[in-house]
């Protein structure tokens, strides 16, 4: 969430930054703007009477002291005026404060200074590409025809089970699933994240600290009697786990990572595209979070994207690097590099990670604070990526690494999978 002072002070700079998000209601600026100064005079003139009010009661209390009776009584009166005004106005700036965050809420986090202009994935920046695509033979298939030739996803079990989206891993498959993890997991040890094992249900609380909700796009899973919501990501109940706290400056960075099943609605999405492992309703992931000092944040947004990079690496896939565009980031980011990797067989870039600096946006949400070394407290920022989401990685092993004997394993994976075929 914006701060309103940021706004008040710099709002040509808001401006433009909502335009390269491609915002569609710039006004609401004007009229957070509005609230904000209507909230400032009420609580201006809720202090005055506050002050009048501790004034009568030291001048009652000498009046009585005096024993002039009448004065006091005169004095009482006028307060109880005063008190009845003091409510009014409190009522008032209640009122005005729900409706300066309800305006709060709508609006996006600004865009960093790199981010392109654009309005669709088309329009976003590469960086990098790396590594070579491998030449498939014309028999070739794809990871979902693999995985039913091999026995190692079931995708109509899972369709019986639950619902389309939600598979079952077999065998090898479920194998390789494991293996991923505790490759992912043991990797973000070496590189100093300290593992969480969070709740996969967080409160609205939860989910309101790191932008999930207010749900506008209808994506998470609600458990209405408990009012509770399952996790589309790690990332809400890691970071949340510093919501209301205030850290010390040389206290950071905090990285942290953990291991959770996610699950999202993906509403609205079908087509041949989002076949096979392309995209579920329930997956799983390993998420690296850090809260920094935000002289240092931009520099750490480089260390985690070239953190994941590493990982792709040693799966021995080939990825690139993109640079999202305002129009193609999400609402809470201020700087989003996307990895993806090459799907040989569909002959198609796949989204694996997005790493991203939120700066003061979920900070400020969170209450999630640092005193530095002059004893100043401030807002922390937030950083996060998926190092990584499982089902297109898997997809692209399955599809690049398939030969006439069968699937080979990555040699980095082996000691993990205790095989190094699926055949």
């Not at 194998?175 to 593992?195: P, S, T, V």
């Not at 206290?251 to 041949?272: D, H, I, W």
């Not at 994207?305 to 609402?331: A, I």
């Not at 807002?379 to 030969?403: C, D, F, M, Y």
Request: some cysteine.
């Amino acid at each position: 969430m914006l701060q309103v002072n940021y706004i008040r002070e710099h709002k040509e700079e808001v401006l433009k930054g909502l335009a390269v998000k491609n915002f569609k209601q710039p006004e609401l600026v004007e009229e957070i703007l509005k609230l904000d100064e209507q909230r400032r005079q009420t609580q201006t003139q809720a202090d005055s009477l506050l002050a009048e009010a501790n004034a009568a009661a030291k001048q009652i209390g000498e009046f009585m002291r005096q024993g002039k009776k009448d004065e006091a009584e005169a004095l009482k009166a006028k307060s109880t005026a005063n008190k009845d005004a003091q409510k009014n106005l409190s009522d008032q700036l209640e009122t005005i404060e729900q409706a300066l965050l309800n305006q709060l809420l709508i609006l996006p986090n600004l865009p960093h200074s790199s981010v392109p202009l654009g309005k669709s994935p088309e329009e976003n920046e590469t960086i990098l590409e790396q590594g070579s695509k491998p030449t498939l033979s014309e028999t070739a298939l794809p990871h979902w025809e693999l995985a039913a030739k091999y026995d190692i996803i079931d995708f109509e079990l899972g369709n019986k089970i639950t619902g389309a989206g939600f598979p079952v891993y077999k065998g090898k498959g479920a194998r390789l699933q494991r293996a991923l993890i505790n490759f992912f997991l043991d990797e973000a040890e070496k590189a100093g994240y300290r593992e969480m094992q969070p709740p996969i249900l967080v409160n609205e609380a939860s989910g309101f600290g790191t932008g999930q909700l207010p749900d506008k796009e209808g994506q998470m899973y609600h458990v209405g009697i408990d009012n509770l919501y399952l996790i589309p990501t790690a990332e809400v109940p890691i970071t949340n786990l510093y919501r209301d706290v205030i850290l010390k400056e040389e206290e950071l960075p905090v990285k942290n990572c953990g291991y959770t099943p996610c699950f999202r609605r993906e509403a609205g999405s079908y087509g041949a595209h989002v076949r096979g492992l392309n995209r579920l309703h329930q997956f799983d992931k390993v998420e690296i979070v850090q809260i920094a000092n935000p002289d240092e944040s931009y520099a750490i947004l480089e260390d985690m994207s070239n953190y994941v990079q590493s990982l792709l690496q040693k799966l021995e896939l080939p990825y690139r690097v993109l640079r999202l565009c305002g129009g193609d980031m999400s609402f809470a980011s201020a700087l989003t590099y996307d990895m993806e990797v090459w799907c040989a067989a569909q002959a198609r870039w796949l989204e694996v990670s997005s790493v991203s600096n939120f700066e003061t946006f979920q900070a400020n949400r969170l209450k999630l604070r640092f005193k530095g070394k002059e004893g100043k407290t401030q807002l922390a920022h937030t950083l996060n990526g998926s190092a990584l989401a499982l089902p297109r990685i898997v997809a692209s092993l399955l599809e690049n690494n398939q030969t006439e004997q069968g699937i080979r394993i990555p040699k980095a994976l082996v000691p993990y999978t205790g095989f190094e075929w699926i055949n």
